[in-house]
């Protein structure tokens, strides 16, 4: 078997397919090749001095447990740290200020009026045709609908601008008149279908976990949100690689895969030829590609056109972040809580600020501040073209005025992300299902990572535990 790419989720199926196959006693050889230097793909994390620095993510949800769980089988979990307990908050820039985002507020969903009314952040007949969800008639679109367009029906247009549009941004760099909601928050669509009001339904799923004891203090520590390592999210990579290794893997940096052969079939059975840059070849029976989709298509083309064709439809959003670690002494009060986040309605270059070492204290120390600034995304790219010495200059520039900071920091560096984010706009779950009939005929093959069923680390873990599932079953039937 040979897994091609190194990222969260291909050491996750790594993993996930020698704990699986061991269960099922299956006897395995695994190959996974990655192209770059190290490890964890787009989870990279630098230290200079005693700044922990993340160039990708810097956390992960721990309300999707696959991450927590893998965590936990790899002895990490005294790793684990939450968020300050000492910071509380996030902030939204809206109308020439920093605002907090209001108490009570639940996935995008409100669900107390008086933290709203003294935030400022919407007008009061912003609030109240939000409030409006509760009498608005639910509705049953046809097909598939963007995250604009259902959360304007649902909440008005001012919510969406000031308060939703701004959150989703954060997490998926991308314009939420183009995404799918289907692909992205489904949950939405079965609380507007079962309640008819999404206030409604967030209340009510409160109450039954609450009532089921889902809400109770569990064994384990109690998590935030959202939760990091404490050496940085590097230290997930390193062990998973660590462990897949020792459990007998062969671990292949720097080598890159340039096209895929199917060669031959024999008794039913398919084996593949893997060509390499360096002239090398890996031959194997199950093969797992665990890259961009761009990246996946043109290997794919030649055995399969309307395969490629899907995954080429699949976007990517370019982005980069760019750190900055001040003297503590030179911010001022409005650097507080965990950090903010800018509408697109306010036509600025940042999507989004965290106060880095506030949010998780061991990332700087004491006497320093550690800021990470986030920028790009679909249809703000323009500052992107920027070099790196002139785009510090225009983050420096957007902190001065959202957030009153002056200083000269005493470090800065940025992280580019050439098509880093993929897009799930609208038709994304009918272009996985037509992807997954043109590639049935080609048994042994498969496809993971986030360009499919969810971006975040604990969805790449998951998917990549879910692909080993699908092999292991392909080789029971093969054997039987």
């Not at 050889?29 to 230097?37: G, M, P």
């Not at 399969?304 to 959003?317: F, N, Q, V």
């Not at 800065?412 to 005929?441: C, F, K």
Request: charged letters at 20%; one cysteine or more; glycine letters at 10%.
């Amino acid at each position: 078997m040979a897994i091609v790419g190194g990222g969260i989720a291909g050491l996750a199926t790594a993993f996930a397919l020698q704990e699986q196959a061991g269960q099922a006693e299956f006897p395995l050889s695994l190959t996974v090749i990655e192209a770059a230097a190290s490890w964890g793909g787009k989870i990279a994390t630098h230290r200079v001095g005693d700044l922990v620095i993340e160039r990708g993510p810097d956390s992960f949800l721990s309300q999707k447990p696959a991450g927590l769980e893998l965590c936990a089988k790899l002895g990490l979990s005294d790793r684990i740290v939450n968020t300050n307990p000492s910071e509380k908050g996030a902030f939204v820039y809206s109308r020439g200020k920093l605002r907090q985002l209001p108490e009570g507020l639940v996935l995008f969903v409100p669900s107390k009026l008086g933290p709203f009314l003294r935030s400022g952040l919407l007008s009061l007949p912003g609030i109240m045709r939000m409030g409006a969800d509760l009498a608005l008639p639910r509705q049953h679109v046809k097909g598939d609908e963007s995250l604009a367009s259902f959360f304007r029906r649902r909440f008005g247009a001012e919510a969406f601008d000031r308060l939703i549009e701004p959150l989703m941004a954060g997490i998926y760099a991308g314009d939420a008149e183009q995404m799918s909601l289907r692909a992205t928050f489904p949950r939405f669509i079965e609380l507007e279908r079962k309640h008819g009001s999404l206030i409604r339904g967030m209340l009510a799923s409160r109450r039954k976990a609450a009532f089921s004891g889902q809400a109770a203090p569990s064994a384990g520590p109690r998590r935030t949100m959202f939760v990091t390592l404490k050496d940085g999210m590097d230290e997930l990579t390193r062990a998973l690689a660590g462990r897949v290794e020792q459990d007998g893997a062969g671990l292949q940096l720097g080598r890159r895969v340039t096209a895929l052969r199917a060669p031959s079939v024999r008794s039913k059975v398919w084996t593949y030829d893997l060509m390499l840059e360096d002239g090398g070849v890996v031959t194997a029976d199950v093969v797992v590609l665990a890259v961009p989709a761009y990246v996946a298509a043109p290997l794919i083309r030649p055995h399969s056109r309307p395969a490629a064709e899907k995954l080429e439809a699949i976007p990517y959003a370019t982005t980069a972040t760019a750190s900055l670690a001040y003297a503590a002494k030179d911010l001022g009060p409005q650097v507080r809580g965990f950090g903010f986040v800018v509408p697109r309605a306010e036509q600025r270059d940042l999507i989004a600020a965290t106060w880095t070492s506030l949010k998780w204290p061991h990332r700087a120390p004491p006497s320093q501040t550690l800021i990470r600034c986030y920028l790009g995304g679909v249809g703000r790219e323009q500052s992107l073209a920027l070099n790196d010495e002139a785009l510090l200059g225009r983050v420096k520039e957007e902190l001065r005025a959202l957030a009153g900071i002056t200083a000269e920091p005493a470090y800065a560096e940025v992280s580019r992300w050439d098509r880093g984010m993929p897009q799930y706009t609208i038709g994304h779950p009918s272009r996985l299902e037509a992807l997954q009939v043109a590639l049935n005929p080609y048994k042994g093959l498969y496809l993971t990572g986030a360009a499919y069923r969810g971006v975040g680390i604990p969805d790449c873990i998951k998917d990549g535990s879910d692909t080993a599932a699908h092999i292991v079953r392909y080789l029971t039937e093969r054997r039987a």
